[in-house]
T-cell receptor, first 114, second 112 residues
Framework: DTGVSQDPRHKITKRGQNVTFRCDPISEHNRLYWYRQTLGQGPEFLTYFQNEAQLEKSRLLSDRFSAERPKGSFSTLEIQRTEQGDSAMYLC????????????FGPGTRLTVT | EDQVTQSPEALRLQEGESSSLNCSYTVSGLRGLFWYRQDPGKGPEFLFTLYSAGEEKEKERLKATLTKKESFLHITAPKPEDSATYLCAVPNNSGGYQKVTFGIGTKLQVIP
């Protein structure tokens, strides 16, 4: 069973640059989530996809952030004009079904903005 | 707005010293509660789902319980490999399951 994978695992970028992260969910999971986690905090919800449709976005997701899930498979999260405050672990999770199903997380992408 | 509070924030135990972690929540209409384990630099690993008050689930040295106001994660005779941050989370109650609110976690250290 292949779990959720994320790429890259680590990204160091300079302030003002654009970055893109990829998430490959568990193959049969139709729901995909992005979270952000900073040191000493729990994951904070960013956005959610059901198949290819982005159904919910947090107010944490400024207009510099955009997420896609073409064809309902993998997803990408892009951050434009990165700021130092964007430094965090970006986590992707997927789940199965329309009701209360647990989410399975990937290993995360650690972003450092210098 | 849903709120999840975990205590203590950090806990240091001797190997074999049992204890409990607390998760209290404020939601209008609980639909369930999740427990996760997170190792440093890794994504959270799913442990349990509790669906209703009175429910209990066990896995190795861990046992999770749920009441109408809080959940406990009991750790019996812990080992050093149980050292991790334990997160609880509740799903949003507004008709869907799209959003989950996490607590900040309890960082557990088990000393040999």
């Amino acid at each position: 069973d292949t779990g959720v994978s994320q790429d890259p695992r680590h990204k160091i970028t300079k302030r003002g640059q654009n970055v893109t992260f990829r998430c490959d969910p568990i193959s049969e999971h139709n729901r995909l989530y992005w979270y952000r986690q900073t040191l000493g905090q729990g994951p904070e919800f960013l956005t959610y996809f059901q198949n290819e449709a982005q159904l919910e976005k947090s107010r944490l997701l400024s207009d510099r952030f955009s997420a896609e899930r073409p064809k309902g498979s993998f997803s990408t999260l892009e951050i434009q004009r990165t700021e130092q405050g964007d430094s965090a672990m970006y986590l992707c999770a997927s789940s199965l079904g329309a009701d209360l199903y647990e989410q399975y997380f990937g290993p995360g992408t650690r972003l450092t903005v210098t | 707005e849903d709120q999840v509070t975990q205590s203590p924030e950090a806990l240091r135990l001797q190997e074999g010293e049992s204890s409990s972690l607390n998760c209290s929540y404020t939601v209008s209409g609980l639909r369930g509660l999740f427990w996760y384990r997170q190792d440093p630099g890794k994504g959270p690993e799913f442990l349990f789902t509790l669906y209703s008050a009175g429910e209990e689930k066990e896995k190795e040295r861990l046992k999770a319980t749920l009441t109408k106001k809080e959940s406990f994660l009991h750790i019996t005779a812990p080992k050093p490999e149980d050292s991790a941050t334990y997160l609880c989370a509740v799903p949003n109650n507004s008709g869907g399951y799209q959003k989950v609110t996490f607590g900040i976690g309890t960082k557990l250290q088990v000393i040999p």
